[in-house]
Protein backbone atom coordinates (compact mmCIF):
# COMPACT_ATOMS: atom_id res chain seq x y z
CA UNK A 1 0.00 0.00 0.00
CA UNK A 2 1.46 3.36 -1.00
CA UNK A 3 0.77 6.01 1.70
CA UNK A 4 0.51 9.82 1.17
CA UNK A 5 -0.81 13.07 2.10
CA UNK A 6 -3.00 13.77 -1.12
CA UNK A 7 -3.45 11.45 -4.00
CA UNK A 8 -4.76 13.47 -7.17
CA UNK A 9 -6.46 11.48 -9.30
CA UNK A 10 -5.85 12.54 -13.22
CA UNK A 11 -2.95 13.82 -14.37
CA UNK A 12 -3.91 16.64 -17.41
CA UNK A 13 -3.69 20.56 -16.40
CA UNK A 14 -6.02 20.57 -13.47
CA UNK A 15 -4.15 17.49 -11.57
CA UNK A 16 -0.89 18.95 -12.72
CA UNK A 17 -1.70 22.40 -11.32
CA UNK A 18 -3.06 21.10 -8.03
CA UNK A 19 -0.23 19.07 -7.34
CA UNK A 20 2.13 22.38 -8.11
CA UNK A 21 0.51 24.01 -5.30
CA UNK A 22 0.02 21.14 -2.91
CA UNK A 23 3.55 20.39 -3.27
CA UNK A 24 4.74 24.08 -2.89
CA UNK A 25 2.38 23.64 0.54
CA UNK A 26 4.58 20.94 1.86
CA UNK A 27 2.49 18.23 1.31
CA UNK A 28 3.01 14.98 0.38
CA UNK A 29 1.55 14.28 -3.19
CA UNK A 30 1.21 11.62 -5.28
CA UNK A 31 -0.54 11.65 -9.21
CA UNK A 32 -2.38 8.39 -10.19
CA UNK A 33 -2.33 9.80 -13.66
CA UNK A 34 -3.78 6.90 -15.23
CA UNK A 35 -2.43 4.58 -18.41
CA UNK A 36 -1.35 7.64 -20.28
CA UNK A 37 -0.88 10.20 -17.63
CA UNK A 38 -1.99 13.64 -19.87
CA UNK A 39 -5.41 13.36 -20.28
CA UNK A 40 -7.07 15.45 -23.25
CA UNK A 41 -4.11 17.72 -24.01
CA UNK A 42 -1.89 14.57 -25.22
CA UNK A 43 -4.67 14.66 -28.42
CA UNK A 44 -4.53 17.86 -29.29
CA UNK A 45 -2.39 19.10 -31.85
CA UNK A 46 -1.88 23.11 -31.53
CA UNK A 47 -3.30 24.96 -28.66
CA UNK A 48 -2.73 28.67 -28.88
CA UNK A 49 -4.58 29.89 -26.07
CA UNK A 50 -3.15 28.64 -22.95
CA UNK A 51 -1.20 31.64 -21.62
CA UNK A 52 2.04 32.57 -21.53
CA UNK A 53 2.88 30.87 -24.81
CA UNK A 54 4.12 33.35 -27.39
CA UNK A 55 3.71 30.53 -30.05
CA UNK A 56 1.25 27.53 -30.32
CA UNK A 57 2.37 24.89 -27.67
CA UNK A 58 1.66 21.10 -28.78
CA UNK A 59 -0.46 19.26 -26.42
CA UNK A 60 2.29 16.46 -25.48
CA UNK A 61 4.75 19.38 -25.11
CA UNK A 62 2.74 21.17 -22.82
CA UNK A 63 1.94 18.38 -20.41
CA UNK A 64 5.38 16.79 -20.84
CA UNK A 65 6.21 20.29 -19.26
CA UNK A 66 3.78 20.54 -16.15
CA UNK A 67 4.70 16.66 -15.66
CA UNK A 68 8.15 17.65 -14.92
CA UNK A 69 7.75 20.83 -13.06
CA UNK A 70 5.63 18.67 -10.74
CA UNK A 71 8.35 16.20 -10.64
CA UNK A 72 10.85 18.71 -9.81
CA UNK A 73 9.06 19.75 -6.77
CA UNK A 74 8.61 16.19 -5.47
CA UNK A 75 5.68 14.85 -6.97
CA UNK A 76 5.54 11.15 -7.75
CA UNK A 77 3.47 10.32 -11.09
CA UNK A 78 2.33 6.75 -11.58
CA UNK A 79 0.25 5.52 -14.41
CA UNK A 80 -2.05 4.15 -12.23
CA UNK A 81 -5.95 3.93 -13.05
CA UNK A 82 -7.98 4.19 -9.95
CA UNK A 83 -11.06 2.25 -10.10
CA UNK A 84 -12.45 2.55 -6.52
CA UNK A 85 -12.55 5.25 -3.73
CA UNK A 86 -13.68 3.80 0.15
CA UNK A 87 -14.36 5.86 3.09
CA UNK A 88 -16.48 8.73 4.36
CA UNK A 89 -13.44 10.16 6.11
CA UNK A 90 -9.82 10.49 6.04
CA UNK A 91 -7.90 8.59 5.75
CA UNK A 92 -9.49 7.97 2.29
CA UNK A 93 -8.27 3.75 0.67
CA UNK A 94 -8.41 4.06 -3.59
CA UNK A 95 -7.72 0.71 -5.01
CA UNK A 96 -6.34 1.24 -9.17
CA UNK A 97 -7.09 -1.52 -12.03
CA UNK A 98 -3.95 -3.82 -11.23
CA UNK A 99 -4.39 -4.35 -7.26
CA UNK A 100 -2.50 -1.28 -6.00
CA UNK A 101 -3.86 0.13 -3.20
CA UNK A 102 -3.08 4.15 -1.49
CA UNK A 103 -4.09 5.71 1.52
CA UNK A 104 -4.74 8.83 1.41
CA UNK A 105 -5.19 12.07 3.81
CA UNK A 106 -7.20 13.72 1.03
CA UNK A 107 -8.25 13.25 -2.45
CA UNK A 108 -8.39 15.14 -5.44
CA UNK A 109 -10.33 14.21 -7.94
CA UNK A 110 -9.36 15.76 -11.29
CA UNK A 111 -10.12 12.55 -13.66
CA UNK A 112 -10.75 14.67 -16.53
CA UNK A 113 -13.61 13.96 -19.52
CA UNK A 114 -13.71 11.39 -22.26
CA UNK A 115 -14.96 11.51 -26.13
CA UNK A 116 -19.06 10.94 -26.41
CA UNK A 117 -20.09 9.29 -29.41
CA UNK A 118 -22.83 9.80 -31.59
CA UNK A 119 -24.46 6.29 -30.58
CA UNK A 120 -25.47 5.72 -34.05
CA UNK A 121 -25.60 2.01 -36.08
CA UNK A 122 -22.26 0.92 -37.56
CA UNK A 123 -19.71 3.26 -34.90
CA UNK A 124 -19.46 0.84 -32.72
CA UNK A 125 -18.83 -1.62 -34.65
CA UNK A 126 -16.49 0.70 -36.98
CA UNK A 127 -14.46 1.76 -34.14
CA UNK A 128 -10.88 1.44 -34.74
CA UNK A 129 -12.00 0.75 -38.61
CA UNK A 130 -12.53 4.19 -39.87
CA UNK A 131 -14.36 5.75 -37.01
CA UNK A 132 -12.40 7.67 -34.02
CA UNK A 133 -12.86 10.26 -31.61
CA UNK A 134 -8.81 11.12 -32.39
CA UNK A 135 -8.10 12.98 -35.87
CA UNK A 136 -4.22 13.70 -34.02
CA UNK A 137 -3.99 10.17 -33.27
CA UNK A 138 -5.65 8.62 -36.38
CA UNK A 139 -6.03 11.29 -38.72
CA UNK A 140 -2.25 10.36 -40.87
CA UNK A 141 -4.27 6.97 -41.50
CA UNK A 142 -6.77 8.85 -43.78
CA UNK A 143 -3.84 10.32 -46.02
CA UNK A 144 -5.52 10.93 -49.42
CA UNK A 145 -9.10 9.65 -48.44
CA UNK A 146 -12.38 11.17 -47.78
CA UNK A 147 -13.16 11.68 -44.44
CA UNK A 148 -16.24 13.64 -42.17
CA UNK A 149 -15.95 15.10 -38.80
CA UNK A 150 -19.23 15.53 -37.08
CA UNK A 151 -19.54 18.68 -34.68
CA UNK A 152 -20.12 21.92 -34.64
CA UNK A 153 -17.47 22.82 -31.40
CA UNK A 154 -14.33 23.70 -31.60
CA UNK A 155 -12.42 19.79 -31.29
CA UNK A 156 -14.44 19.51 -34.50
CA UNK A 157 -13.17 22.29 -36.30
CA UNK A 158 -9.70 21.87 -35.35
CA UNK A 159 -9.82 18.17 -36.14
CA UNK A 160 -11.57 19.07 -39.86
CA UNK A 161 -8.62 21.89 -40.47
CA UNK A 162 -6.00 19.38 -39.72
CA UNK A 163 -7.59 16.74 -41.81
CA UNK A 164 -7.65 18.75 -44.53
CA UNK A 165 -3.69 19.13 -44.93
CA UNK A 166 -3.86 15.21 -45.86
CA UNK A 167 -7.63 14.51 -47.18
CA UNK A 168 -8.25 16.05 -50.22
CA UNK A 169 -12.10 16.32 -49.18
CA UNK A 170 -13.42 17.02 -45.43
CA UNK A 171 -17.05 17.60 -45.05
CA UNK A 172 -17.92 18.95 -41.51
CA UNK A 173 -21.37 17.94 -40.59
CA UNK A 174 -23.24 19.72 -37.98
CA UNK A 175 -27.28 19.34 -36.25
CA UNK A 176 -27.72 23.01 -36.90
CA UNK A 177 -26.60 26.23 -38.72
CA UNK A 178 -24.97 27.47 -35.63
CA UNK A 179 -21.53 27.36 -34.11
CA UNK A 180 -20.06 26.94 -30.55
CA UNK A 181 -16.91 27.13 -32.14
CA UNK A 182 -15.16 30.28 -31.60
CA UNK A 183 -15.43 32.74 -35.11
CA UNK A 184 -11.54 33.03 -35.95
CA UNK A 185 -11.67 29.17 -36.13
CA UNK A 186 -14.76 29.20 -38.14
CA UNK A 187 -13.48 31.84 -40.59
CA UNK A 188 -10.82 29.55 -41.09
CA UNK A 189 -12.78 26.65 -41.90
CA UNK A 190 -14.85 28.87 -44.21
CA UNK A 191 -11.60 29.48 -46.59
CA UNK A 192 -10.36 26.17 -46.34
CA UNK A 193 -11.24 25.30 -50.23
CA UNK A 194 -10.84 21.00 -49.42
CA UNK A 195 -13.28 21.95 -46.47
CA UNK A 196 -17.17 22.06 -46.98
CA UNK A 197 -20.09 21.93 -44.17
CA UNK A 198 -23.48 20.19 -44.04
CA UNK A 199 -25.32 21.62 -41.93
CA UNK A 200 -28.50 21.16 -40.08
CA UNK A 201 -27.85 17.28 -40.72
CA UNK A 202 -27.42 14.68 -38.39
CA UNK A 203 -25.79 10.71 -38.91
CA UNK A 204 -28.07 8.52 -38.80
CA UNK A 205 -25.88 5.47 -39.69
CA UNK A 206 -22.11 4.58 -40.23
CA UNK A 207 -21.97 1.89 -43.54
CA UNK A 208 -19.33 -0.91 -43.53
CA UNK A 209 -19.06 -3.41 -43.63
CA UNK A 210 -15.16 -4.22 -42.77
CA UNK A 211 -14.41 -0.44 -42.37
CA UNK A 212 -16.16 2.68 -43.55
CA UNK A 213 -17.50 3.03 -46.65
CA UNK A 214 -19.78 6.04 -45.77
CA UNK A 215 -22.53 8.22 -43.54
CA UNK A 216 -26.46 8.39 -43.96
CA UNK A 217 -27.07 11.61 -43.16
CA UNK A 218 -30.51 13.16 -42.74
CA UNK A 219 -31.36 16.97 -43.01
CA UNK A 220 -33.50 17.62 -39.94
CA UNK A 221 -35.35 20.65 -41.72
CA UNK A 222 -36.15 18.83 -44.78
CA UNK A 223 -36.00 15.36 -43.43
CA UNK A 224 -33.92 14.22 -47.09
CA UNK A 225 -31.38 11.39 -46.79
CA UNK A 226 -28.55 11.14 -48.65
CA UNK A 227 -25.54 9.04 -48.13
CA UNK A 228 -21.93 10.51 -48.12
CA UNK A 229 -19.45 8.68 -49.20
CA UNK A 230 -15.85 8.75 -46.68
CA UNK A 231 -13.26 6.45 -45.66
CA UNK A 232 -13.00 8.07 -41.81
CA UNK A 233 -15.71 9.52 -39.35
CA UNK A 234 -14.26 12.06 -36.79
CA UNK A 235 -16.63 12.23 -34.14
CA UNK A 236 -16.27 15.69 -32.48
CA UNK A 237 -19.46 15.57 -30.25
CA UNK A 238 -18.00 16.82 -26.49
CA UNK A 239 -17.42 15.50 -24.03
CA UNK A 240 -18.16 13.19 -21.33
CA UNK A 241 -16.82 12.71 -17.64
CA UNK A 242 -15.00 10.60 -16.04
CA UNK A 243 -16.31 9.59 -13.16
CA UNK A 244 -18.31 6.76 -13.84
CA UNK A 245 -15.93 4.70 -11.02
CA UNK A 246 -16.95 7.00 -8.56
CA UNK A 247 -20.64 5.88 -8.40
CA UNK A 248 -21.06 3.50 -5.22
CA UNK A 249 -19.10 5.95 -3.79
CA UNK A 250 -19.38 8.70 -0.99
CA UNK A 251 -18.92 11.49 -3.52
CA UNK A 252 -22.08 13.04 -5.02
CA UNK A 253 -22.62 13.43 -8.88
CA UNK A 254 -24.52 15.24 -10.44
CA UNK A 255 -27.35 13.86 -13.03
CA UNK A 256 -24.71 14.49 -15.55
CA UNK A 257 -21.73 12.41 -13.98
CA UNK A 258 -20.38 15.77 -13.18
CA UNK A 259 -18.90 15.84 -9.84
CA UNK A 260 -20.63 18.52 -7.64
CA UNK A 261 -18.20 20.74 -6.02
CA UNK A 262 -18.61 24.31 -4.13
CA UNK A 263 -16.95 27.51 -4.77
CA UNK A 264 -13.65 26.13 -3.02
CA UNK A 265 -13.47 22.61 -4.61
CA UNK A 266 -14.74 20.75 -1.75
CA UNK A 267 -16.56 18.17 -2.43
CA UNK A 268 -19.25 17.20 -0.28
CA UNK A 269 -17.33 14.71 1.52
CA UNK A 270 -14.84 16.27 4.18
CA UNK A 271 -11.30 15.89 2.61
CA UNK A 272 -11.84 14.84 -1.03
CA UNK A 273 -11.91 17.73 -3.47
CA UNK A 274 -12.42 18.08 -6.98
CA UNK A 275 -10.80 19.98 -10.58
CA UNK A 276 -11.06 20.12 -13.92
CA UNK A 277 -13.59 19.05 -16.57
CA UNK A 278 -14.74 16.26 -14.44
CA UNK A 279 -16.40 19.12 -12.58
CA UNK A 280 -16.61 21.56 -15.55
CA UNK A 281 -20.08 22.32 -16.60
CA UNK A 282 -19.19 25.25 -19.30
CA UNK A 283 -15.85 26.37 -19.70
CA UNK A 284 -13.38 23.50 -20.68
CA UNK A 285 -10.76 25.05 -21.40
CA UNK A 286 -7.13 23.71 -20.19
CA UNK A 287 -6.33 27.12 -18.82
CA UNK A 288 -9.84 26.55 -16.90
CA UNK A 289 -8.61 23.29 -15.57
CA UNK A 290 -5.33 24.59 -14.49
CA UNK A 291 -7.07 27.50 -12.60
CA UNK A 292 -9.39 25.05 -10.73
CA UNK A 293 -6.80 22.87 -10.38
CA UNK A 294 -4.73 25.61 -8.20
CA UNK A 295 -7.90 26.41 -6.17
CA UNK A 296 -8.36 22.36 -5.30
CA UNK A 297 -4.80 22.74 -4.78
CA UNK A 298 -4.64 25.06 -1.98
CA UNK A 299 -7.87 24.02 -0.38
CA UNK A 300 -6.46 20.50 -0.33
CA UNK A 301 -3.02 21.45 1.14
CA UNK A 302 -4.82 24.17 3.63
CA UNK A 303 -7.22 21.49 4.66
CA UNK A 304 -4.01 18.50 5.50
CA UNK A 305 -2.51 21.17 7.19
CA UNK A 306 -5.12 21.94 9.74
CA UNK A 307 -5.88 18.70 10.34
CA UNK A 308 -1.97 17.55 10.53
P1 LIG B 1 -18.52 21.28 -27.47
O1 LIG B 1 -18.04 22.68 -27.50
O2 LIG B 1 -19.42 20.83 -26.38
O3 LIG B 1 -19.22 21.01 -28.87
C1 LIG B 1 -19.84 19.79 -29.13
C2 LIG B 1 -20.51 19.89 -30.49
O4 LIG B 1 -21.09 18.64 -30.79
C3 LIG B 1 -21.63 20.92 -30.53
O5 LIG B 1 -21.57 21.59 -31.75
C4 LIG B 1 -22.89 20.08 -30.41
O6 LIG B 1 -23.96 20.60 -31.12
C5 LIG B 1 -22.47 18.79 -31.09
N1 LIG B 1 -23.16 17.63 -30.54
C6 LIG B 1 -23.29 17.24 -29.25
N2 LIG B 1 -23.96 16.09 -29.17
C7 LIG B 1 -24.26 15.73 -30.44
C8 LIG B 1 -24.93 14.63 -31.01
N3 LIG B 1 -25.41 13.63 -30.26
N4 LIG B 1 -25.07 14.59 -32.35
C9 LIG B 1 -24.57 15.57 -33.13
N5 LIG B 1 -23.91 16.63 -32.66
C10 LIG B 1 -23.76 16.72 -31.31
O7 LIG B 1 -17.29 20.21 -27.45
P2 LIG B 1 -15.81 20.35 -27.99
O8 LIG B 1 -15.78 20.89 -29.36
O9 LIG B 1 -15.16 19.04 -27.74
O10 LIG B 1 -15.16 21.42 -27.03
C11 LIG B 1 -15.16 21.20 -25.62
C12 LIG B 1 -14.54 22.39 -24.94
O11 LIG B 1 -13.17 22.42 -25.24
C13 LIG B 1 -15.14 23.71 -25.40
O12 LIG B 1 -15.18 24.58 -24.31
C14 LIG B 1 -14.17 24.16 -26.44
O13 LIG B 1 -14.13 25.58 -26.62
C15 LIG B 1 -12.86 23.63 -25.87
N6 LIG B 1 -11.84 23.44 -26.90
C16 LIG B 1 -11.01 24.48 -27.13
C17 LIG B 1 -10.04 24.35 -28.09
C18 LIG B 1 -9.13 25.50 -28.31
O14 LIG B 1 -9.47 26.59 -27.86
N7 LIG B 1 -7.98 25.32 -28.95
C19 LIG B 1 -9.92 23.18 -28.85
C20 LIG B 1 -10.81 22.16 -28.62
C21 LIG B 1 -11.79 22.30 -27.64
P3 LIG B 1 -24.81 21.86 -30.55
O15 LIG B 1 -23.90 23.03 -30.71
O16 LIG B 1 -26.00 21.89 -31.42
O17 LIG B 1 -25.11 21.52 -29.13
Request: charged share 20%; hydrophobic share 45%.
Given at each position: ????????????P???????????A???????????????????????????????????????T?????????????T?????????????????????????K???????????????????????????????????????????????????????????????????????????????????????????M??????????????????????????????????????A??A?????????????????????????????????????????????????????????????????????
Open positions: MKETDLLIIGAGAGCSAAVYAARGVKTMIAGGAMPGGQLLQTNEIENYAGFVNPVSGFELMDMHKQCKRLGVQITDVITKLEGTQPPFTLTAAGGETYRAAVLIAAGASARWLGVRGEEALKGHGVSACATCDGFFFKGKEVVVVGGGNTAFEDALFLTQFCPKVTLIHRREGFRADAVTVEKAKQTPNLSLLNCVVEEVLGPESVSGVVVRNVQTNRVQTVACSGVFVVGVPQTAWLRGSAVELLPSGLVKVDAQQRTNVEGIFAAGDCCEEQFRQAVVAAGSGAKAGISAAAYINLHR
